[in-house]
């Protein structure tokens, strides 16, 4: 079985700053690329970043330079820091990996999402 566990979001004023992490846990064998999405009320779902397992990053235009996505391959964990956040940012922020997965002798590659956590920016 594997989870990915989000953690750090909050209600933070206009300008602040959070931390988000994301672990991955179970019949992990390696993993691929890891992200972050988010969905506001009403919208569909966006990326807001990427970082493959050797670093590259990508970012939605909306927050570059604002965000820093990063991981610890070691921990199968992936972070956003956000800073300078706006009320625009609000939305249940969500983590993705690309996983591979070895089960007894096989190997499978899956996508899997978090359960999600909410930001909120407000005054």
């Known amino acids: 079985q594997v989870q990915l566990v989000e953690s750090g979001g909050g209600l933070v004023q206009p300008g602040g700053s959070l931390r988000l992490s994301c672990v991955a846990s179970?019949?992990?064998?390696?993993?691929?690329?890891m992200g972050w999405y988010r969905q506001a009320p009403g919208k569909q779902r966006e990326l807001v970043a990427t970082?493959?397992?050797?670093?590259?990053?990508n970012y939605a235009d909306s927050v570059k330079g604002r965000f820093t996505i990063s991981r610890d391959n070691a921990k199968n964990t992936v972070y956003l820091q956000m800073n300078s956040l706006k009320p625009e940012d609000t939305a249940v922020y969500y983590c993705?990996?690309?996983?591979?997965?070895?089960?007894?002798?096989?190997?499978?590659?899956?996508?899997?999402w978090g359960q999600g956590t909410q930001v909120t920016v407000s005054s």
């Open positions: 993705n990996a690309d996983l591979r997965l070895k089960i007894l002798s096989l190997y499978t590659d899956s996508e899997y």
């Open positions: 179970g019949s992990i064998f390696s993993i691929n690329a």
């Open positions: 970082i493959t397992s050797g670093g590259s990053t």
